[in-house]
């Protein structure tokens, strides 16, 4: 079962980190994906981590297993199939 944290894109826009409608960040097990849309149909719940330097991340995260439609940039993610 795969690990996701899901985050809003705050850099949207910029170079290297997609267009305007790439609103979200979703990293799954560290591995990070730029989409415009995304489904989660799994349990969530929030997570939080510091940098050490009084900078705190806020993160959606869960578990299951991720698969992308790439005609409309939306990221799935749903249970893991036993």
Known sequence: MNKY???FNKTRGKPGRGTLEH???VFE???EFLCKHIKVNVPI?????SDGNGHDDW??????TMSIDKETS??????TEA
């Open 23 to 25: 609103v979200w960040r």
């Open 74 to 79: 939306t990221i799935i993610i749903d249970k």
């Open 5 to 7: 944290l899901i985050r």
């Open 59 to 64: 993160n959606i995260a869960c578990e299951g």
């Open 45 to 49: 719940q929030d997570e939080v981590s």
């Open 29 to 31: 097990n560290g591995k």
